[in-house]
C-alpha cells in the first residue's frame, strides 16, 4: 500500500515545479491507505470458496447383524451376504466439506442352518431401499483446483429413510412360541457411519472405497424376533465403490 502511495505522490509532483515539491500530507495518505484498503477488501470479499457439483453412481456388498444372526462373523457374512447398488448426487462447499442425498437399494440373505438352527429351518431375503442425507469430511483439499492430490481420507455421517421387506420361508411348522414373524414391509429412520479413501482418476472424475454401517432404527429387518427382552437394533452395511463425475 505504501507503495501505491508513493506512486501517486510520484505523479503530483511531475506535474508542479520541482521547488514547490513537499511531502504528502498525513491527511492524504491516510486517504490513499484508505482507499487501497477498500478495493482490497472487495475483491476478497468478491472471491467466494470453490464450489462444485458431483454425481456419482456405486456398488458394493451388503451384510447384516442383528436379533436374527446376533453373533454372525465374517464367515457369515460372507455366506449371507447380498448386493447394492446406488447413485449420490453431492454439493462440495468448501475443498474438506460437502453434503449431498444418496439413495441406494440392496438385499441380504439369512439361513437358520448358517447360525446352528438346522430344526427351525427359516430363510429370509430381505430386501431394503435407503433415501439419506450424507455429509463427508474430507481430511485433505480435493476437488476443483487441487488436482495435485489425488488421494484423500474422508469421514462419512447421515441419516435417513429406510424401507425394507423381509421374504421369509413358509416353513413354520417348526417355529418356537419364542419368536415372532413379521415378513411384510416397513420403515425407520437409519443413522450411518463410515470411511473412505478418494482417488483421482482424472481431472473431473474420482473414485471412493468405503465402509458403511447403519443403524436400522429396528430390530424387525431379519423378519424373526425374539419375544422376550428388548433386542438391540439390527445393523446392515458393507465395502461400497463409488465412480463420482465432478462438475465445475
Known sequence: MHFLVQIVYRRIASKQN?????PLSTHMRIFFLAVVSLLTAQIVVAQKPPKYTEFGISAGNLVYTGSFSPNSGVGTWMQE???????????NFRPWFNLGVETNYGWFNLDDVNHGRAQRDIQVRTSVLNVNAAAEFIFVRYGKFHYINDFAPYLKIGTGANFFNPNISDNFANLPSEVSVYPFSYSSMNVFMGFGFKFRTSYKTSLSVEVMMHNSGTNRMGGVVSNFGNASNDRYGGIFLHFTRLFF
Open 81 to 91: 451376504q447380498g448386493g447394492r447398488f446406488g447413485v449420490a448426487l453431492r454439493r
Open 18 to 22: 520541482k521547488s514547490e515539491i513537499t
